[in-house]
């Protein structure tokens, strides 16, 4: 008896371990269920925060990408603003300067152009030939005193109007406006350069300007004709030269 049970034990060890293996271990179960849910919800989590990063991200490089249009634009516009200022000085110093170097003007005396500032002033033509009067008028405009020279300017048309200054007072008359940014006033001063006093040296002038005063009205294509009409008619000028400068900015949607 006890030599068969000592032959049986082995044989029940054997048969109740091949009945419950390691990996059916309820305790070894759960805590593989454990760490399976735990990796499920890590992804979850983890994709949840890279989508909301990347849509941070997308939202960043669009306010980013709306500034940097905004500075481009801003800069834009600052350039031409400048680029336009400086234009309007460089021009109207150029043209003081020729003007002033022409030989059929001579400088007055400086006891005549008293003289002739005073009667632009107060508008009496005695004592005052149209040559004074003229530089009287054209001392003011040189002294930035625009308003002032826009009345002796008027003035010295209305008292002669047959001179052969008088193409070039229109001209400067219209030039008082066009300094002040005043384009829909100085544009038909300007054109009537080019109507009344056909034979005048400042028509090119005066066509240069009617197109400054387009572009900057916003009739781009009145203004280009009539730059392109100046570098053709006039090809040897100043202002032919300065209305290419201007084309090139048109043509180049600056």
């Keep these: 008896m006890k030599m068969r049970c000592a032959f049986l034990l082995p044989g029940l060890l054997l048969a109740g371990c091949a009945t419950t293996p390691p990996s059916e271990d309820p305790v070894l179960i759960k805590v593989t269920e454990m760490d399976d849910r735990l990796q499920r919800v890590e992804r979850v989590t983890g994709n949840d925060s890279l989508m909301q ?61 008293a003289a002739g500032a005073v009667v632009a002033t107060s508008g009496s033509s005695s004592g005052a030939t149209d040559r004074v009067r003229y530089e009287a008028a054209f001392d003011l405009l040189k002294e930035s005193r625009y308003e002032e020279a826009r009345g002796a300017f008027q003035q010295f048309l209305g008292d002669y109007p047959d001179s052969n200054l008088a193409g070039h007072s229109q001209y400067w008359l219209a030039e008082t406006y066009y300094v002040g940014q005043d384009y829909e006033a100085a544009l038909p001063e300007f054109r009537k350069v080019v109507d009344r006093y056909p034979a005048s040296r400042k028509i090119p002038d005066a066509m240069l300007k009617i197109g400054y005063c387009r572009d900057e009205l916003g009739d781009k294509r009145g203004a280009r004709d009539m730059l392109v009409t100046v570098t053709r008619d006039y090809p040897e000028t100043t202002a032919a030269r300065l209305a290419g400068q201007r084309l090139e900015k048109l043509d180049g949607g600056s």
């Design 53 to 113: 990063l990347a849509a941070q991200v997308d939202q960043m490089q669009s306010e980013i990408r709306e500034l940097r249009g905004q500075v481009e634009t801003l800069g834009h516009q600052s350039e031409s603003a400048s680029d336009r200022q400086r234009d309007q000085y460089v021009d109207i110093d150029q043209r003081l300067q020729a003007l002033e170097q022409q030989p059929s003007l001579p400088v007055a005396r400086a006891g005549d152009r």
